[in-house]
């Protein structure tokens, strides 16, 4: 299923093979399955990669909720706790609060196994690997008839399905690195990786993100990004990215105890002016440190 | 939780909020007479009684003045039109400040319904090293017939030391306890100008509830004296207004030094309803 033709056939959200359910007015749930292409230093799933799935709960909620008018994500955090090994992972979203302007989201993210089922170790159910919270601009619908229709029976189920990937996820985009130290890393604004604005989905804002910080802090502390995770992630979202490339710059804090450490990245739309699209604090820890 | 250009007569400079952690503040008009606008500087040292289990100023305090500093260049932004805090997200690399702190605010986007003001602290003491960063975004308010005076550039002078200093969980009267739940009495003290409780208030309450959480699940123990609060996330969702005020939390999950927190804070004298949604991540330290 699309909503009026988003994705479009050849998409990151289709490769990534989502699956999800909307249950209420208020509450829905996202799935994909955890592959080899997703993983980050710790062996779990990407903090991008999450943020990816977390937007898209976010956005089936906050769509629904704001109708007949539009949405946009304007911050988007996360909080990690765990690697994410699997099977696969869930984003289960709920409304907090519904204002005029804006829409507060709040997003468990768990691991469930093929049917969807909260996974079970020692006959416990473990504690989510992460939490996440979103706030949605509401922008007025200028023409009723633009408005995205839906179904009025619960709960709904859709999926984005695409031929998956084949390649790590960053060489699929494709991130290129431009200036490890600096965090310098580049990504094309093609319709692969489009919202349903025609501009750089916020996932892959959060992916590049992810990439820069753990290059300029794996610099920072004399290595490379290769075993940096992401523990904390903060996003503002303050312009779209149409032209591209999207272009991120990092800036590296005092580091704290453990090695744990953070960055502020900015990402800039190059061909447009070199406009600033989005701010992102980034929280880090080392592989095999207190992460 | 809003900008503070205009001080009613009846607010104790001694008592208040803003100048607990003696933060001064100074605006830095943009280059040219230009219709950009301003940043602004601040500046506060860290008082013994200021310092946390990190061994510098606490999360809470540090948020305080970046709600203040946040606040009042992004109500500076969109003047005569009135803002008020929705979110502030805050990530802190290093606890152990040696002081003082230095803050910049500088606006990123003005929008027509909001502002978002980006925000980083350096250590004057550590080589000026940057120890936080922070993203504040605030709606933007049609302030109808109220008008607000002062003179341009701002400048706010470093308040006075106090002569006995209260404790932070005293000035902000957040009551004793252990466990998930951590309750503030809302005295006059923690309002600000417009008569609800300052969002640096409502940042303090939440660190001392996630670090009481977090001691409550570990195996140290109860007490807070192992427990720091770093990156930080808050939403305001409504302005306190009745009180008491009560921070409930849940820990999400803890893994090698780090809890994640969810707090969610209400107003127990306003139908409970719930006020602010945040997270924190509180370190062991």
Known sequence: MTFAGYPPPDHLLGDLGMEAEVASETTAKVRTRVTPYVLAADGGVRVGVLATLVDVVGGAIAARVARPDWIATADLTMQLVGPVLGPWVEARGSLVRRGKTTLVIEALVVAVDEDGDDMVVDGQIPDPVGWASMTFSVLPAQNPSSTIQMASDLPIRWSFTGDGLDAPILDVLPVTVIDAAAGRLSVPAHSYLHNSFGAVQGGVIALLAEAAACEALGAAQGGDGSNMVVTDLQIAYLALGKVGPVVSTVRVLERGPGGRSSAVVELHDVGADDRLMTVVNVACAPVGGPS | MTAEPAEPAEVDHRRHVSDYFRLERREIPAEGGSDQPSSMSGRAPIEPHHRGAGGGLRTGGLLTNLDSIGGLTSGLAVHPKWIVTTSLMATVSELAHVGPLRLRADVRRRGRASVVTAIEVVDEGAQSRQVAAAIMTCAVLDPGAMTL????????????????????????????????????????????????????????????AACRAAAATSDEGVGTGGFAAADTVLHYLRPVKVGPVEARCRVIGTRGGRTAVRVAIHDVGADDRMVTLASVTVLTV
């Open chain 2, 149 to 208: 005076g002062f003179e341009r550039p701002i400048v706010l002078a470093m308040p006075e030391p106090q002569t006995n200093p209260m404790s932070i969980t005293d000035f902000f009267c957040i009551e004793p306890g252990t466990g998930p739940v951590t309750r503030l009495r809302l005295e006059d003290q923690l309002r600000n100008p417009w008569g609800i409780l300052h969002g640096g208030a409502v940042a303090m309450l939440a660190d001392e």
